[in-house]
Nanobody, 125 residues
Framework: QVQLVESGGGLVQPGGSLRLSCAAFGLTTRSYTMGWFRQAPGKEREFVAASAWSGGRTFYADSVKGRFTVSRDDAKNTVYLQMNTLKPEDTAVFYC??????????????????WGQGTQVTVSS
């Protein structure tokens, strides 16, 4: 049984930082492009960042480039999202996904793969 367990969300002030973690069980992360999506209230789920299963390539949404960093430790079956200089518009539920589709420089949800349950990130003073 595959399970992705996110942690590290919470409440942070604008300009602050958070580090999300996603531990995978029942699958081997080195075989998957791993990463993160988010969904803000009243909005559709959107791609945030991904780490390719081979070659070390990373992908980012334009809105987070230069502020967020995705990384992975396949020995620990875990993927991370370091979020710096957080803004109120980053407030959302962040979801980890195993099996993100990427073409060229863009990534998207193709309806397959595995999702975590989500972790809330709230950026507010």
């Amino acid at each position: 049984q595959v399970q992705l367990v996110e942690s590290g969300g919470g409440l942070v002030q604008p300009g602050g930082s958070l580090r999300l973690s996603c531990a995978a069980f029942g699958l081997t992360t080195r075989s998957y492009t791993m990463g993160w999506f988010r969904q803000a209230p009243g909005k559709e789920r959107e791609f945030v960042a991904a780490s390719a299963w081979s070659g070390g390539r990373t992908f980012y949404a334009d809105s987070v480039k230069g502020r967020f960093t995705v990384s992975r430790d396949d020995a620990k079956n875990t993927v991370y999202l370091q979020m710096n200089t957080l803004k109120p518009e980053d407030t959302a539920v962040f979801y980890c996904k195993a099996g993100i589709a990427c073409a060229g420089s863009r990534c998207y949800d193709n309806g397959s793969g595995h999702w975590g349950q989500g972790t809330q990130v709230t950026v507010s003073s």
